[in-house]
């Protein structure tokens, strides 16, 4: 039988090797590709943490259950197993033979402790002594004994004890407290760096005379980061999500990442005391944790370190005006992150703040920032009298914790704080103010891509409605209503609302394209998305491609559909775009028969977002921000210097410039575009 779908975590493997292409791409300026490295490093932790973890769970399904939610675990460990060995080579010869000369060019020199010059040397060692050897606490192994416990992402070093007693002597590396990188002085007036690791490396003789024969190898633990926790109505669901962060750092091991060159008569007693399994075991190099490379030191006056600034533009309308209401009520505005400030809205919500007619503020908070201007808005609305309800999403992964800190500090002002819906996240990203009229309440709103998050705005590119058409803000309304448990059952014409209508609605649009297409009429399709993992709404494009639709894709992240293959998706077109910015907008444009409709979305086509998820797509109507979104999909299908095709194989080569094509790349011709309009 003919696969019809590509493996979601061998795909989503795929988009982290797009990220290692543009560590290797010599075109990237070379603190970008460090970045890249950074990315792709943390990608892979937390990728262990979760998916691996979860496949390791449905490997003790029963065979039925597994068939029926079409999970092959054991055959995808395996896949995974050997394509992140061979990324992993990849990764290692990137750094050793690309990264570390180039750095050197630029008279950067990130060099071992072997390396170190007698002054460093000296420098080394009066740095240990004073800031590293009273952070150290070093533990002596011994088979048969209860193993200490491994914290997740720590680093250590292991070594052979010189007692027979012992096994193993095993040592912290306290990067947390002191930072990864250490500033080493120079003779010769360029600039030299070295890991913490090498710093205890030099030293750590001296600081444990005669305990450790042989050299130390560096090793470190991922653990099982998901949270499982029971939606059902009873319960404080709250004091779970606490309790399930209290227990995350202590999950089962995922993955034991080593240094090659650990030699196994030391290896096996580890896995023997840490009670490993061989498939937690992945040999690595001599550093991990790469995602510290995300503060690696900077030495100033080098230049094209860095990419070419971009720096946010202001919005054509808003940026000179005197009111983002009274230009709000006038017509539509549309903002594109990060090409253009995220500024606006917590300056909306001040403002709604100010305004004697404004009665209450209602806003659903999936990811905010640690130091969130936008709660902090929030706060300044409390103070000036104003309702404010805050929907608080409590079980975003891995923003549990800052969610709950700010949910609690609004309650503490006096707002109304909601937690979570049993079997469902709120995904949606939206904001409803409501001002006092003689005719009744009137509605303005914000619908956006992305998180009210003003540090992701900066990286991810994003789209926000702020509109007062009623078609839109009374359906909000509605929305927030039902959020609230005060309207059961709301009817939406204009938003698409998962799980309530998005599937069905959704499939309609699809449909309507493939009548068209049956007419005889032009029909097309265009979908950008971060995922499209959803099996149905897969085979509903590939019924639209059979039928004569073509479908245009733009996939971040996992795609199992297979395009263009013969017979089943031959007018599937698909591209990924990896670039300096984070592509995290979801489009859906139909042709609708030459009347083309285009909805902005926080959902992906993932079976999650689509069916266990509050989420909201909403259309454009103002023809003249249909027009932008419409040149940013032509912009993005037309780039040949970031995009890669996906095929049925993922193997991400890039798109080919034709010769007589110019080249595009799609982040800074779209940023120059909106230049333009100022």
Same mark, same amino acid.
Not at 82 to 98: A, S
Not at 450 to 460: I, L, S, W
Not at 572 to 581: E, L, M, P, T, Y
Not at 631 to 653: H, P, S, T, V, W
């Given at each position: 039988?003919?696969?019809?779908? /590509? ?7 795929? /988009? ?67 394509? @992140? ?18 750095? =050197?060019?630029?008279? &950067?020199?990130? &060099? ?15 740095? !240990? ?19 200490? /416990? ?34 080493? *002085? ?109 503060? /690696?030191?900077? *030495? ?24 983002? !209401? ?63 309800? @805050?929907?608080?999403?409590?079980? =975003? ?35 409803? &103010? ?103 709404? &897969? ?77 909201? =797509? !909403? ?60």
């Amino acid at each position: 039988m003919e696969e019809r779908f /590509f493996d979601r975590d061998v795909s989503w493997l795929s /988009f982290n090797h797009r990220v290692l292409q543009e560590a290797r791409d010599r075109r990237v300026p070379l603190y970008e590709r460090l970045k890249f490295l950074a990315i792709y490093s943390s990608n892979l932790d937390e990728f262990y943490r979760v998916r691996v973890a979860s496949l390791r769970s449905f490997k003790k399904l029963r065979r039925k259950t597994r068939q029926q939610y079409h999970l092959q675990p054991r055959r995808t460990l395996r896949q995974v197993q050997r394509i @992140v060995q061979y990324q992993q080579l990849l990764f290692g010869e990137t750094f050793r033979e690309e990264i570390i000369p180039d750095l =050197a060019g630029k008279g &950067i020199n990130l &060099i071992e402790d072997s390396q170190f010059n007698p002054a460093q040397q000296v420098f080394s060692e009066t740095y !240990f002594d004073k800031e590293v050897a009273p952070l150290l606490k070093p533990v002596f192994l011994h088979t048969g004994i209860r193993a200490p /416990f491994l914290k997740n992402k720590s680093l250590y070093f292991v070594g052979r004890a010189a007692d027979d007693a012992q096994v193993a002597v095993l040592v912290e590396i306290p990067s947390e407290q002191k930072g990864r990188f250490v500033s080493l *002085p120079s003779q010769d007036g360029g600039h030299y760096v070295t890991f913490l690791d090498d710093i205890v490396r030099h030293n750590i003789d001296r600081f444990l005379p005669g305990a450790i024969e042989g050299p130390v190898y560096s090793i470190k633990l991922s653990r099982d980061a998901e949270l499982y926790i029971d939606d059902e109505l009873s319960g404080n669901l709250i004091e779970k999500i606490k309790r399930g962060l209290e227990e995350r750092a202590s999950g089962l091991p995922t993955r034991f990442l080593y240094d090659a060159a650990l030699p196994p008569e030391l290896l096996d007693p580890l896995i023997e005391i840490f009670q490993l399994k061989k498939s937690d075991l992945i040999p690595g190099a001599r550093y991990h944790n790469f995602s510290d490379f995300f503060a /690696f030191p900077e *030495p100033p006056g080098i230049p094209g370190l860095r990419d070419d600034p971009m720096p946010a533009l202001p919005h054509p309308v808003l940026q000179n005006a005197s009111s983002i !209401f009274e230009v709000v009520r006038k017509g539509d505005q549309l903002l594109h992150y990060p090409y253009q400030t995220f500024e606006y809205l917590p300056a909306w919500i001040r403002e709604a703040a100010e305004r004697p007619v404004v009665q209450s503020i209602k806003i659903t908070v999936y990811r905010i920032a640690d130091h969130s201007e936008v709660a902090k808005a929030l706060m300044y609305a409390l103070e000036k009298g104003k309702e404010v309800t @805050v929907f608080v999403e409590a079980k =975003a992964r891995f923003d549990e914790e800052t969610n709950l800190v700010w949910g609690q500090r609004l309650q503490d002002a006096g707002a109304r704080i909601i937690y979570s819906i049993p079997n469902l996240k709120v995904h949606a990203k939206v904001l409803l &103010i409501t001002t006092r009229a003689k005719r009744g309440p009137i509605h303005f709103a914000y619908l956006g891509t992305g998180n009210f998050n003003e540090k992701t705005a900066r990286v991810y590119a994003d789209h926000a409605l702020l509109t007062a058409d009623p078609r839109l803000t009374e359906e909000v309304a509605q929305l927030f209503a039902f959020l609230e448990g005060t309207s059961p059952g709301p009817e939406f014409q204009s938003l698409l609302v998962a799980p309530l209508t998005l599937r069905d609605r959704l499939t309609a649009l699809v449909d309507r394209e493939i009548h068209h297409a049956q007419m005889g009429r032009e029909a097309y399709i265009m979908l950008k998305l971060n995922s499209l993992e959803d099996r149905n709404m &897969i085979d509903k494009l590939y019924e639209a491609g059979q039928a004569g639709v073509r479908v245009y894709l733009i996939i971040r992240g996992i795609c199992c559909l297979l395009p263009g293959r013969p017979g089943l998706s031959e007018n599937i077109r698909a591209i990924s775009i990896v670039d300096r910015f984070l592509e995290h907008a979801r489009i859906y444009l139909f042709g609708n028969g030459g009347q083309e409709e285009i909805y902005l979305a926080s959902a992906d086509w993932m079976t999650r977002n689509l069916d266990r998820r509050i989420e909201v =797509a !909403f259309p454009v109507y103002d023809p003249e921000l249909f027009k932008q979104l419409r040149i940013l999909l032509e912009i993005q299908l037309a780039g040949n210097l970031k995009a890669r095709i996906l095929d049925a194989k993922q193997e991400n080569n890039y798109v080919v410039r034709e010769p007589h094509q110019p080249y595009v790349q799609a982040q800074p011709a779209f940023y120059e575009y909106l230049k333009s309009l100022l």
